[in-house]
């Protein structure tokens, strides 16, 4: 059954105590906004560089740094959970996907030929397995 053995419904899992999942749901939700904000952030200073209010370049660099420091803050909240949690905190995630197209446009302004299109492929495929992964979990 998931979510631990039949006695304990209203646990979601028995390593975790109630303030202790409670902790971990406002760090993972808290993460995700910022994160989330940050992408929308991205996508605004590469618009700010299409529009010519900042330099291109500029704007290219600053949002792959964003993207990057997106990235690694959201793996690493995701990754210091409990594993037997994984599947229902995808959206610690989520906000890496949602940066993907202003980084990759970005890496592309800065001149990255075909890495933008390897990069392209593995956020999408990554996003649509996780996807998977997160439609599963709920049917289960």
């Not at 209203?10 to 999942?21: N, Q, V």
Request: glycine fraction near 16%; charge should be positive; hydrophobic fraction near 55%.
């Amino acid at each position: 059954m998931r979510g631990g053995p039949p006695g304990e419904a209203g646990r979601p899992s028995p390593a975790l105590s109630g303030d202790e999942l409670r902790r971990l749901v406002r760090g993972d939700v808290l993460v995700a906004g910022i994160a989330a904000a940050g992408a929308l952030l991205a996508l605004a200073i590469l618009g700010a560089g299409r529009l010519g209010l900042l330099s291109e370049t500029a704007a290219a660099t600053v949002v792959v740094a964003l993207a990057a420091v997106i990235g690694v803050a959201c793996c690493f909240r995701f990754g210091s959970g409990p594993p037997a949690l994984w599947r229902d905190r995808l959206i610690v995630i989520a906000p890496v996907f949602l940066v993907a197209a202003p980084a990759i446009v970005a890496v592309h302004d800065l001149g990255g030929g075909p890495v933008v299109a390897i990069l392209s492929g593995a956020a999408g495929s990554a996003a649509a397995v996780l996807l998977g992964v997160g439609l599963a979990s709920r049917r289960a």
